[in-house]
């Protein structure tokens, strides 16, 4: 079915569910409530913004709350196990809920929801959900929910993949000035640890129009930051029938005016190409920093884990990096307690922290995924070892991390202000380019704009700093566009 055949089929669906929000209100004198909850990536969270806008448009309001919601959505994560053991605990409570308000409707979907098992399980010992749906069929959720509204049974609808992408679905955003956009779905690498391209399919890129349509909307509706997603972003474009590398896309994107920001997640380090160096170096919105996953610092365990690069590479393109961009900001992701690991593996990980110098990273326990080859392996490490490994590379990536980011102390840099400060309404947050955060005092009309802040105090991994005064600013803002130019020339 074409893309507009497919949306329109949709849209029947969302004007059925607004004939039951319609009743709904009728009889409790209110609109329905819908809260939906993400689990895991950045993915996630961008599918999340498109299932709320689909509720938006079937009549329903949006809460944060479940105890509120008369509709609760758990979009769910799988990449470990203890990602699946929160959605477990959270659905006995909603079971509790649902035994007080029984008109109260409970969906999963997600990553988790590719998983057979997992399906076979809520179906056996998870009655009370209500709708189960997976990665594939998203754009199918008016359709989905219109007939769990008209039915008392479980609806179960799981794809085992597509090729197909739905363009233009209605989204709420979560935050007004900055966006995710897919750039691409699936993953093709096949990391021996990792389950998402099971659970998410094959790589496939959108359209740079439509890419670029969707980001030039974004600005018109006041979005100043994107941060483009995918798996392996590094490898966009590959199955395009006009291929064009991710590189050139970013080139196309700079070009959108009113557009201040550029970020993107994830890169894969196999496929970090030169000419993305250069087009970071040259821009003038690409954020001064690179998401670059490590896991592992020994190349036998590179080489188990199937990321085809090795140590040596990985510090080579950290130089050419550096080199090129001396302010980058540079974060992975590290796993310990890969099938096979020793203390002595471990070291060579934290060899590499200390030689490159992350600005940040994730670490995590191995965690063995059904389906993928190293859950089958058989040289499984004992706990005891793991956790030794894990305390002793956290503890030197802490060290490193607040050693790069005392190096910012006392400089002026430009922040986009992301919200109110929780613990004192008084202060603002405000995010770097490096994404570091730093708090300081300012006006909550503020959120959603660049401020010039002085960087005062370092705490660890963010800063408390001052608002630059008015004067000053402009002349920063000048002396930014001054350093600017210089890039480009
Ligand atoms: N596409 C991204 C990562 C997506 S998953 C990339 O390739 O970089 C995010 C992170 O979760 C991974 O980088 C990895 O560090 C971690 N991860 C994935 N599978 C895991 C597993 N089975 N156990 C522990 N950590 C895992
Ligand atoms: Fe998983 Fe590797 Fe794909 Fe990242 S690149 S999603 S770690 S298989
Ligand atoms: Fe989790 Fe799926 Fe993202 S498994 S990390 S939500 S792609």
């Known amino acids: ?193 990792c389950i998402v391209p099971y659970v998410r399919g094959r790589e496939r890129s959108r359209e740079p129009k439509d890419i670029l349509r969707e980001i030039e909307s974004l600005v018109e509706d006041g979005v100043v930051e994107v941060m483009l997603l995918g798996q392996n972003v590094n490898s966009y474009g590959k199955t395009l029938e006009n ?25 894969h380090p196999k496929d970090l190409s030169d000419e993305l160096i250069e087009v970071m170096r040259r821009s003038t919105k690409i954020c001064r920093h ?54 002595e593996d471990v070291e060579e990980t934290i060899e590499v922290v200390k030689r490159v110098q992350f600005d940040n990273a994730f670490t995590f326990i191995y965690s063995p995924r059904t389906g993928t080859p190293a859950a089958a392996m058989e040289n499984q490490v004992p706990e005891e070892i793991v956790h030794e490994g894990f305390d002793k590379l956290l503890s030197v990536v802490q060290e490193t991390a607040k050693e790069r980011a005392a190096l910012l102390q006392g400089k002026v840099m430009e922040a986009l202000v992301e919200g109110v400060n929780e613990q004192d309404p008084a202060f603002v947050t405000g995010r770097l380019g490096n994404n570091m955060l730093v708090h300081f005092k300012a006006d909550r009309r503020l959120v959603g704009k660049f401020v010039m802040v002085v960087l005062d105090t370092c705490h660890g991994f963010y800063y408390t700093g001052r608002m630059v005064d008015w004067l000053s600013q402009t002349k920063h803002t000048r002396l930014g566009k001054m350093v600017d130019n210089q890039w480009l020339n």
């Open 243 to 267: 291929p064009m590398s991710f590189a050139e896309l970013l080139q196309e994107v700079e070009k959108i005016e009113g557009l201040r920001r550029i970020r993107f997640m994830t890169s």
């Open 1 to 193: 079915m074409s893309n507009e055949k497919e949306r329109e089929r949709q849209q029947t669906y969302i004007e059925k569910c607004r004939v039951y929000v319609k009743a709904f209100e009728v009889e409790h004198g209110r609109f329905p409530k819908a809260c939906v909850v993400t689990f895991g990536c950045q993915m996630n969270a961008r599918d999340s913004e498109k299932l709320s806008g689909i509720l938006v448009q079937a009549g329903y309001e949006i809460t944060d709350s479940e105890e509120e919601a008369d509709f609760v959505l758990y979009n769910t994560c799988t990449v470990r196990d203890n990602a699946n053991q929160r959605v477990y605990g959270r659905l006995g409570y909603l079971n509790s809920l649902k035994k007080k308000k029984p008109h109260m409707r409970i969906a999963l979907c997600g990553c988790m929801m590719q998983e057979q098992a997992v399906v076979e399980k809520i179906q056996k010992s998870y009655r009370f959900v209500d709708l189960i749906f997976g990665t594939h069929n998203l754009f199918r959720f008016a359709e989905l929910l219109s007939e769990t509204l008209s039915s008392e049974n479980m609806v179960v609808d799981i794809w085992e993949g597509t090729d197909k992408i739905v363009e233009n679905l209605p989204v709420k955003r979560k935050y007004s000035y900055k966006s995710g956009v897919n750039i691409m779905f699936g993953c093709n690498n096949f990391c021996s640890y």
């Open 290 to 343: 690179l998401h670059l996953p490590l896991q592992a610092g020994s190349d036998r365990i590179l080489q188990a884990m199937n990321r085809r690069y090795t140590k040596e590479q990985y510090l080579a393109l950290v130089d050419k990096l550096k080199t090129a961009i001396p302010d980058i900001a540079i974060t992975t992701d590290l796993i310990v307690g890969f099938p096979g690991e020793t203390l």
